[in-house]
Nanobody, 119 residues
């Protein structure tokens, strides 16, 4: 299973970015999908998760500015980030803790996409 993230780039503070992460490869289904980020010099942290049914969970820093969504038919998860701040600068990773495969339930991480917010 491959998770390919895209949509990162350089933006100004206050602008918006939409990240996408598409899952491909051999799997039967994907359970929860999520976004994490690692800012320079910091540990990776949760941004948001979403279940196949659309239940969402957000970190305190993401609430009110970020929206996670998914298209189950396309096995794709999105992260709409509005009113970006310089402290949102980070590499954003998509994740699933459980993809159903012929080898069992396996967690996967995407390679990450860099979002840089300038002040």
């Amino acid at each position: 299973v491959q998770l390919q993230a895209s949509g990162g780039g350089l933006v100004q503070a206050g602008e918006s970015v939409r990240l996408s992460c598409a899952a491909s490869g051999s799997f039967f289904s994907i359970d929860v999908m999520g976004w994490y980020r690692r800012a320079p010099g910091k540990q990776r942290e949760l941004v948001a998760t979403i279940s196949p049914g659309g239940s969402t969970n957000y970190s305190e820093t993401a609430k009110g500015r970020f929206t996670i969504s998914r298209d189950n038919a396309k096995n794709t998860v999105y992260l709409q980030m509005n009113n970006l701040k310089p402290e949102d600068t980070a590499v954003y990773y998509c994740n699933t803790p459980s993809a159903s495969t012929i080898w069992g339930e396996i967690a996967y991480w995407g390679r990450g996409t860099l979002v840089t917010v300038s002040s």
